[in-house]
C-alpha cells in the first residue's frame, strides 16, 4: 500500500532552538537508513524560543514532517499523548529530542512491534557513570525500585523517553491517564500492563549533554512525582 505508514516518530518539544537543526538531520539520517516508511510529528509545548520557527522551517524542507503546537504548556505527557493520537504509522514511538539516548536504536525497537514480537517496547537506560550522572542514576533507581514497591511496574524504566507502541493497542490505554508531565509515562506504563499489552526491553545507553538545560528540576519534579505515586496507587486501588 503506497500510502502505509509504518512508523511514527513524535518528538515533543520544548526551548530546543540549540540543539534542534542539529539532532532532527541525525533522527532523520537514521530513520532514512532504516527502510521503514514513516512520519515525523513535532510537537511544540508553547516553548519561548525560536523552537516553533525551527519546526516550521523543517516541515516546509521534510515533506514527512508535520506539527502541533500547544497554545499552553502542557507538559511532556499531553504531547506525547497528542502526537499518539495525530499518528498514522502502524507503530508510533517518541524520544527526547536531546539525543541523550541515541537515535541509532529506533529502527529495532520500532521492528519489534511491527514484525508482532510485541506490543510495547521500552528503552531501559544504562547510564555511563561520571560524577555529573551519579544522582540521576541514583534516582532513577531509586524511582524504580519505588514505583515497583507501590504499583508492581515489575522494575520497568517506566520513565524513560524512548518508547514504541503498537498504535491500534495503546489508544484505549490513552483514555485512562490523567496526569499531563512527566508522570504520564508511568501512568500509561502501569494501565497498559494492566491491559494485558506485552511490554519489550531494551537496554539502551544514556549520555548526559552537558551542554543544554535540562527541564527536569529535582526540588520541582521529586516531590510531585512522590505525591503522584501515592495519588495513582490510590486510584488504582479505587478502580480494582
Not at 59 to 83: E, M, P, W
Not at 122 to 133: A, C, E, F, K, V
Request: hydrophobic share 40%.
Amino acid at each position: 500500500m503506497k500510502n502505509k505508514i509504518d512508523l511514527t516518530l513524535i518528538l515533543p518539544c520544548y526551548r530546543e532552538a540549540r540543539i534542534f537543526n542539529e539532532n532532527v538531520t541525525q533522527i532523520i539520517d537514521v530513520l532514512n537508513l532504516a527502510r521503514l516508511s514513516f512520519e515525523i510529528i513535532f510537537v511544540d509545548d508553547k516553548s519561548p524560543d525560536d523552537t516553533v520557527q525551527l519546526i516550521k522551517k523543517a516541515c516546509k524542507k521534510y515533506s514527512f514532517c508535520q506539527a502541533l503546537y500547544h497554545t499552553i504548556n502542557t507538559g511532556r505527557g499531553r504531547a506525547v499523548s497528542d502526537g499518539i493520537k495525530a499518528a498514522k504509522g502502524t507503530c508510533v514511538g517518541y524520544i527526547d529530542i536531546d539525543l541523550e539516548v541515541s537515535p541509532v536504536y529506533i529502527p529495532f525497537l520500532a521492528r519489534q512491534i511491527l514484525l508482532g514480537k510485541t506490543d510495547i517496547a521500552i528503552g531501559n537506560r544504562l547510564y555511563l557513570t561520571s560524577l555529573q550522572d551519579i544522582p540521576r542514576a541514583i534516582l532513577s533507581q531509586g524511582y524504580k525500585w519505588l514505583s515497583n514497591q507501590l504499583l508492581g511496574t515489575k522494575g520497568l524504566d517506566t520513565e524513560s523517553g524512548y518508547k514504541f507502541f503498537n498504535r491500534k493497542k495503546i489508544l484505549p490505554v490513552l483514555g485512562k491517564t490523567r496526569h499531563q508531565h512527566w508522570f504520564w509515562d508511568t501512568e500509561v506504563m502501569v494501565y497498559a500492563n494492566r491491559a494485558g499489552l506485552r511490554i519489550a526491553v531494551v537496554p539502551v545507553l544514556f549520555l548526559r549533554r552537558t551542554d543544554k538545560e535540562s527541564t527536569v528540576n529535582m526540588l520541582r519534579d521529586i516531590p510531585d512525582y512522590l505525591v503522584s505515586l501515592w495519588r495513582f496507587r490510590t486510584r488504582l486501588e479505587k478502580e480494582n
